[in-house]
């Protein structure tokens, strides 16, 4: 990912939120702003225009909301991932969202700090909701899926790739064989539902199964 920018649109009916997430955006080194929108139907437009890689998305506008415009992007424009931002601290908001095909959801009241690693994390795959939101979720039945059983040495392969190691690295590190290492990885595969090693990663961030940035 280095050097790799993440295009974003940003979609509110607030001029000011508009203004101020975008200049805020454009100060970032890896996030820049793609277009901006003032309701649902001009967002699905500038997403089938502009194909953006990250969604900003507030769910209360006129003529279009977030839940539909969400759906309507996917079927434009179906890599960009949609990241709710609205003022509305609301599980059935937050359940709605992940079921039109977003990709997380996060209150405007969230620091910019935190705002520019959710959409980094969106863009990865990984969905993205407040801890105290899938506490929430989870006594609904909407929270995402419960966390796999993994052996310890599974838990540490994991860390591997978290950390950019090869097999034979990982392999090293472990005292291991490298088809031991290529075991864990099927098994790992298996278990969390990932097609490659890029997105066994993203799944393990999804799943709360790795912790820190990577060494």
Do not use: W
């Amino acid at each position: 990912m280095a050097g790799r920018t993440i295009s974003v649109l940003v979609v509110d009916d607030d001029l000011f939120v508009r203004q101020t997430l975008a200049e805020y955006l454009a100060a970032t080194d890896d996030l820049v702003v793609a277009g901006v929108c003032a309701d649902g139907a001009e967002a699905v437009e500038a997403a089938r225009a502009l194909r953006p890689d990250v969604a900003l998305m507030d769910l209360r506008m006129p003529l279009l909301d977030g839940f539909d415009a969400t759906r309507l992007i996917l079927q434009v424009s179906p890599a960009t991932r949609v990241l709710a931002l609205t003022s509305f601290d609301d599980e059935d908001a937050a359940a709605g969202i992940l079921r039109a095909g977003g990709t997380g959801y996060l209150l405007k009241s969230t620091r910019p700090q935190v705002l520019a690693d959710a959409v980094r994390a969106a863009h990865g795959g990984i969905t993205v909701l407040p801890a105290d939101m899938v506490r929430r979720l989870a006594m609904t039945g909407e929270a995402p899926a419960a966390q796999p059983r993994l052996t310890r040495r599974e838990h540490e392969v994991l860390a591997g790739l978290r950390d950019g190691l090869t097999t034979a690295e990982i392999a090293r590190d472990l005292f291991v064989s490298a088809s031991t290492v290529k075991a864990d990885l099927r098994s790992l595969t298996r278990k969390l539902g990932a097609r490659n090693r890029a997105q066994l990663a993203a799944k393990a961030y999804e799943l709360r199964l790795l912790d820190g940035p990577p060494r």
